[in-house]
């Protein structure tokens, strides 16, 4: 079945350690996001990529970080350098150009103590 | 850059009554605008959408509506029922170069019994 994976679905780490979640989509999309949501918060873009080796920031990028080797994953890397990280992490991946839909995985909570 | 805005945050209807959701965009150049449904511990998934060269469209308890002039859309839920309970996004992208799509802060829908 085609679809977008998220792991782990939920994960702790102590405070000051870099923790890095997993998405991997199997749909032969191009772009590939990340969301934080709070509570009332919405979805908030961390990065986004709409193609291999490439990557932009969105708006809450900071103390996080991003790589795409390949079309099929972008995994996020939470540093210590995030002052608030306890959320839940959405990915997400869609077609160009990008006013189609785009598929959610079913996300990763972390929590950091 | 684009921003949307959702409203209510919270709305709490009787079993078979219905249901709107309004959101407002601000950039002109948006041509996509999608509905997302998101049910407590999973991933948003789209339940309908709407392109700037359309002013309505439907699907059985569902419609949408878009005003390109005064930048706003909406959702319709018909004879709604408890498994209508739900977080809902709009959201709204261009389809361009920079690609990004962009949430409103959700409304939490609650159907009363």
């Known amino acids: 079945d085609g679809g977008i994976t998220q792991s782990p679905k939920y994960l702790f780490r102590k405070e000051g350690q870099n923790v890095t979640l997993s998405c991997e989509q199997n749909l032969n999309h191009d772009a590939m996001y990340w969301y934080r949501q709070d509570p009332g918060q919405g979805l908030r873009l961390i990065y986004y990529s709409q193609i291999v080796n490439d990557f932009q920031k969105g708006d809450i990028a900071e103390g996080y970080s991003v790589s795409r080797e390949k079309k099929e994953s972008f995994p996020l890397t939470v540093t210590s350098a995030q002052k608030n990280p306890t959320a839940f992490y959405l990915c997400?991946?869609?077609?160009?150009?990008?006013?189609?839909?785009?598929?959610f995985g079913q996300g990763t909570r972390l929590t950091v103590v | 850059g684009e921003n949307v805005e959702q409203h209510p945050s919270t709305l709490s209807v009787q079993e078979g009554d219905s249901a709107v959701i309004k959101c407002t965009y601000s950039d002109s150049a948006s041509n996509y605008f999608p509905w997302y449904k998101q049910e407590l511990g999973k991933g948003p998934q789209l339940i309908i959408d709407i392109r700037s060269n359309v002013g309505e469209k439907k699907d059985q308890r569902i419609a949408v509506t878009l005003n390109k002039t005064a930048k706003h859309f909406s959702l319709h839920i018909t004879e709604t029922q408890p498994e209508d309970s739900a977080v809902y996004f709009c959201?709204?992208?261009?389809?361009?170069?920079?690609?990004?799509?962009?949430f409103g802060k959700g409304t939490r829908l609650h159907i009363l019994p």
């Open positions: 997400a991946s869609s077609r160009r150009p990008l006013n189609t839909e785009a598929f």
């Open positions: 959201a709204a992208s261009m389809g361009n170069r920079d690609d990004k799509i962009i």
